[in-house]
């Protein structure tokens, strides 16, 4: 089996004195935080695409990354170096887990069987290295946008063609995801959406999308899949306006259809900020419907308006993240996965590493600094206070839903005066920064 990282040992943690740029200064994934050790918080999982099938290409220039798995005489070696690279990365950063597109395993052939061929033989080898190294599959999915036959979209497509092959490779990416044990399958719909109204049926398009996810619920049931299935929001990119826009519209999208119950959300940062929210708000949004699954760990570069990828970074975005995970008790099945791209310019395979070590790090700072906040409830108790006045009085018998407008118009008779009380936003930004600080 080859070996690209031959001089690099297992990342160790040195802690956050250390100046070696190949050592974790945050991540101990044997660190006890709370109840349970650091990696099981944190569930840490490769990005099959980015890290090994990528090559740096963008829309303004060809591809800058040494990559030499990719440079090999045929589909099926190239395919199985990739598996031999990803495993061998992984086990020299303590990465549990991997996801996968079905055509990132494997390129696609001239017909729908062949491919299926290609995809078996490498779920072959891939099933091997997981039993020797004890890395599992978080989650599998399907690349249902990039071929031209999905230029019209997947399930949405104006052609009954093109939504019955994607059917038929999201059942075979869901027998993977099952056969390699999965912990998650996950639905995005990168060309679900539209370009323009003027040539679309926004209405069968939509009851189209609604009638695909239910064959997938009857479909996990039928071959005893018991992951989650996740939805992935994200408002543009390929597409003009994408149908998964953000949380709240996916939320409202399965509610309609009776889907609720089937499904919870994977979680972009990037895709966050490209539908103008913070990642928190997305994760906080998931998390009070009781829909947060997962979560892609990634970061935008806020002076672009597209989807960069960039490996996080950011010690106060990823705190905040961690006290949703937190709050919401953890992510069960889900965890967090690098869907993130090194730079065209960082093109040398070492550079795969630093990325991963520091966003590895980054998280692990935030989920330390997050666990301090959660467990001092600094913030929870402000909130408590500030919303008090719910908890007696009129504000209790509105939250018991035991007055109408009637008897709201009766009692607002009756004050003399509204008192408020200042939201102190300064104070606890400070707050939340002198947590981040004191534990440098």
């Known amino acids: 089996m080859r070996e690209i990282f031959k001089r690099i ?4 943690f040195e802690g956050k004195k250390s100046r070696n740029p190949m050592a974790f200064k945050y991540y101990n994934p044997e660190e006890i935080v709370g109840d349970k050790p650091m990696r099981e918080h944190l569930r840490f999982a490769m990005s099959y695409w980015h890290t090994l099938t990528g090559d740096g290409t963008d829309p303004f220039g060809q591809g800058t990354l040494q990559r030499p798995w990719n440079e090999l005489e045929n589909d099926i070696e190239i395919a199985k170096a990739r598996v031999e690279v990803g495993f061998e990365l992984m086990e020299k950063l303590g990465i549990s887990y991997f996801c996968f597109h079905d055509r990132d395993v494997v390129s696609e052939a001239a017909t729908l069987e062949e491919t299926n061929e290609r995809l078996d033989i490498i779920t072959e080898y891939i099933e091997e290295l997981m039993k020797k190294t004890k890395i599992k599959l978080l989650w599998g999915t399907s690349n249902a946008f990039s071929h031209p036959r999905f230029m019209h979209g997947a399930a949405t497509s104006c052609s009954a063609d093109v939504f019955a092959f994607a059917g038929a490779q999201v059942k075979k990416a869901m027998d993977i995801t099952h056969r390699l044990k999965g912990e998650n399958y996950v639905l995005w ?3 679900e959406g ?6 679309t049926n926004m209405d069968l398009e939509l009851d ?3 009638k695909f996810l239910k064959m997938v619920v009857d479909y996990k049931k039928k071959i005893g899949f018991e992951g989650q299935l996740l939805i992935e929001p994200k408002p543009k990119e390929p597409t003009k306006h ?3 826009f953000d949380v709240a519209t ?11 119950e089937d499904f919870k959300i994977n979680i972009e940062a990037n895709h966050a900020t490209l539908a103008g929210h913070t990642f ?7 998390r009070i419907n009781n829909m947060l699954g997962s979560i892609d760990a990634n970061q935008g570069d806020l002076l672009l308006g597209w989807d960069t990828d960039q490996f996080p970074t950011n010690i106060y975005d990823a705190t905040l993240a961690m006290y949703e995970v937190l709050k919401n008790g953890g992510l069960t099945l889900g965890g967090l996965n690098f869907d993130a791209k090194v730079r065209r310019t960082s093109f040398e395979v070492e550079d795969l590493l630093y990325a991963y070590i520091a966003g590895m790090d980054t998280f692990a700072k935030g989920l330390k600094v997050a666990f301090r906040l959660f467990e001092d409830r600094v913030l929870e108790e402000f909130i408590e206070k500030r919303y008090s006045s719910y908890k007696t009085g009129i504000g209790e018998k509105i939250v018991q839903g035991k007055v109408g407008l009637e008897e709201l118009y009766d009692y607002a008779l009756k004050l ?3 008192k408020l009380q200042s939201g102190r936003q300064e104070m606890l930004e400070a707050i939340l920064n002198s947590y981040i600080l004191e534990m440098d």
């Open 208 to 210: 189209n999308l609604a």
């Open 250 to 260: 996916v939320i409202a999208f399965l509610r309609k259809h009776g889907l609720e």
């Open 9 to 12: 040992d297992k990342i160790a």
């Open 242 to 244: 994408q149908y998964d």
């Open 194 to 199: 539209y370009e323009t109204l003027l040539n």
């Open 189 to 191: 719909g990168g060309r």
């Open 280 to 286: 928190q708000h997305e994760l906080h949004t998931a």
């Open 416 to 418: 003399n005066e509204i």
